[in-house]
C-alpha cells in the first residue's frame, strides 16, 4: 500500500487548491480514503474522507462546505479540492486508507504528505 500526495503549495487566504493522492499497491475499490492534516505543534487530525464503495464523503466540522474530496478509479487518485482557505489550513495534508487516524495508522502508509500554506 503506498499513497503520494502533490499539489500543495502557497496561496493567500480565500484562495483554492487542489491536492491529489495517487494510490498504488492497491485499488481504491478496496478502501475508503481519508485526508488528514497536521499543523506544526499539532497532532494529525481529519479532514474528510470518502467511501470506497458509493463515494459518499464527511467532513471534519472547521472544513465542512469549503472542501470536498473526489475520486477518479481510473486514474487510482483522491482528490481534495479545498476552497475558501484560511491561514488555520496550514499544514502538511495526507491521505491514508482509512477515515480516521487510529484505522489509518494501522496501514502504516504514511506519504510525505504536500504542503499548504495559506498566508492573510
Known amino acids: 500500500v503506498r499513497l503520494e500526495e502533490s499539489g500543495g503549495g502557497s496561496v493567500q487566504a480565500g484562495g483554492s487548491l487542489t491536492l491529489s493522492c495517487l494510490a498504488s499497491?492497491?485499488?481504491?475499490?478496496?478502501?475508503?480514503i481519508g485526508w488528514f492534516r497536521q499543523a506544526p505543534g499539532k497532532e494529525r487530525e481529519e479532514v474528510g474522507c470518502?467511501?470506497?464503495?458509493?463515494?459518499?464523503?464527511s467532513y471534519a466540522l472547521s472544513v465542512k462546505g469549503r472542501f470536498t474530496i473526489s475520486s477518479d478509479h481510473a486514474k487510482n487518485t483522491v482528490y481534495l479540492h479545498a476552497n475558501d482557505l484560511k491561514p488555520e489550513d496550514t499544514a502538511v495534508y495526507f491521505c491514508?486508507?482509512?477515515?480516521?487516524?487510529?484505522?489509518?495508522?494501522?496501514?502504516?502508509?504514511w506519504g510525505q504528505g504536500t504542503q499548504v500554506t495559506v498566508s492573510s
Open positions: 491514508s486508507p482509512g477515515c480516521n487516524t487510529m484505522i489509518a495508522n494501522t496501514f502504516n502508509s
Open positions: 499497491g492497491f485499488s481504491l475499490d478496496d478502501y475508503a
Open positions: 470518502i467511501s470506497s464503495w458509493d463515494g459518499s464523503t
